[in-house]
């Protein structure tokens, strides 16, 4: 893969995660619950946190990224997405959140599986290994939420 080529991945994940900024910031934003609006907020700053990062990586040849590989629960891959409305409960923003990192992920390694030259395919198994990260982070969160423990 040429540099020019690298540049449009990352700028496409740059883009991925502008939009998944803006969602979590709406919603932050519109939730009437509290801790629903700290959790999309917390959310927003960490996909900032995330487009700087990749902006980073712009400067960065293919070959220099490296990232920790994080397992897929797959926790809510098969529940419906509830719509977006004002009054959103938490656990169905984090329903929500969770599809969008899984739409991520699954872009990204159809688009690795199609990929002819290895390093292309290198970059988009990472950029997909970031995003079942954040997928995975939040399955922890919607787990202790959805199913919190009686006593």
Do not use: C
């Amino acid at each position: 893969m040429n540099q020019d080529e690298f540049k449009k991945i990352i700028s496409n994940a740059i883009t991925q995660e502008v939009e998944a900024f803006t969602f979590y910031s709406s919603v932050s934003e519109k939730a009437k619950d509290e801790n629903l609006k700290e959790i999309f907020k917390s959310l927003a700053d960490d996909e900032e946190k995330h487009k700087k990062t990749l902006e980073g990586y712009l400067t960065r040849s293919a070959d220099r990224l490296h990232f920790s590989s994080s397992a897929d629960y797959k926790v809510v891959d098969a529940l419906p997405t509830p719509p977006l409305t004002p009054d959103l409960k938490p656990v169905d923003g984090l329903v929500i959140a969770i599809k969008k990192e899984l739409e991520a992920m699954q872009m990204y390694t159809q688009l690795a599986n199609a990929s002819a030259d290895d390093e292309q395919k290198k970059v988009f198994l990472e950029l997909a290994s970031m995003e079942r990260g954040h997928k995975s982070r939040l399955e922890d969160v919607y787990t202790n939420m959805a199913f919190p423990e009686a006593w």
